[in-house]
């Protein structure tokens, strides 16, 4: 069970940045267009949801407590409550900023009537009422914290960039997603494993009895998955500016959110070899190193990109990079008992 918020993304569609409002008679984006590539955009926002939980199920098969069903009904629960949180900053993006270039093909949709606003507020409801179809059996296996833990992860997904107290618009969304896929997704899903185990013990003495594995192997994660978000900034930098927000790339610049990314993804990769000699799970932990290869090209195109455009197909390619990491170290987990 894991409930991270929902990570912003723009759309990497052909003419995506290469058209501003669109020309008179440019054709909408299709249904489909719009609501899978722009708005859900699964390259960008799957992985990103799946990383933690893939950590999560190793972790439990590493400890014995496995246990498909609740981890998988949690993923379902987190995803929905993801998806409302990417769809709750686009409908924030087009009603208070209609007129920036920064959406074009889902802005053309709005003038045109292909798209609207009500029917994305729906959309949201929508997930948020599949996310609380699964409560109830979760609820029956962890009590009290499922229903702590799901609205904890509702609040930051939500508010990411909505409500009064939007996070992102104040530069404050480093640390938030750091802890929501570090720190609450990957605990939440090797604790609602261990909760399914017979005999296990009260909900909320397991959840405080959780071993520090459970709290510090999904520290790679999380940084992974900051770095895609990161990556959004420093892409959109100049129309968050436009839009009076405070990210690390507008208040310190390109080159501080570069080597922010840099240092988050060399973390990434020190993680595993420092747990490997401090928490006694096993070499299984060095599997993600299999990856680094990955991690160097992207950090270097990331590095050299000198415009949006080249920095437009980084952000799926990082979230495939959390993806690829979390697997191999879940089945390093998984396959070191």
Not at 61 to 85: D, M, N, Q, R, T
Not at 172 to 194: C, E, G, K, N, S
């Amino acid at each position: 069970m894991a409930f991270p918020p929902g990570i912003p993304h723009a759309p990497d569609g052909p003419g995506a940045w290469s058209v501003a409002a669109g020309p008179a008679g440019s054709p909408s984006p299709t249904t489909r267009t719009i609501w899978v590539d722009l708005l859900l955009y699964p390259t960008h926002s799957l992985p990103t949801a799946a990383a933690p939980v893939l950590v999560g199920v190793g972790l439990a098969i590493h400890e014995g407590v496995f246990s498909w069903a609740p981890a998988l009904v949690g993923f379902l629960g987190s995803w929905f409550i993801h998806v409302a949180g990417v769809f709750t900053d686009n409908h924030e993006l087009l009603r208070l900023h209609p007129g920036l270039p920064e959406h074009p093909e889902l802005n053309r949709a709005i003038v045109d009537g292909t798209l609207r606003l009500a029917t994305l507020r729906l959309a949201i409801a929508a997930c948020l009422g599949l996310a609380l179809l699964t409560a109830p059996y979760l609820h029956t296996i962890g009590g009290w914290p499922v229903l702590a833990l799901g609205a904890l992860g509702i609040t930051a997904s939500l508010s990411y960039n909505g409500g009064p107290w939007a996070y992102v618009r104040r530069g404050l969304a480093d640390p938030i997603f750091t802890v929501m896929f570090a720190l609450v997704a990957v605990p939440a899903t090797y604790w609602i494993q261990a909760a399914a185990q017979p005999g296990a013990p009260e909900p909320w003495a397991l959840l405080r009895g959780l071993p520090a594995s459970a709290w510090l192997v999904g520290l790679p994660c999380g940084a992974l998955v900051t770095s895609v978000m990161l990556i959004d900034d420093l892409r959109d930098i100049e129309f968050d500016s436009a839009k009076g927000w405070r990210t690390g790339a507008v208040r310190f610049g390109p080159a501080f959110s570069r080597a922010e990314i840099t240092l988050l993804v060399a973390f990434a990769y020190l993680a595993p070899l420092l747990s490997w000699l401090t928490l006694g799970l096993g070499a299984g932990l060095l599997l993600p190193l299999a990856s680094a290869p990955l991690a160097w090209r992207v950090v270097r195109a990331v590095r050299s990109a000198t415009d949006r455009t080249a920095l437009v197909p980084l952000t799926p390619r990082m979230a495939g990079l959390s993806l690829l990491h979390s697997a191999l170290l879940g089945a390093g987990l998984a396959l070191v008992r």
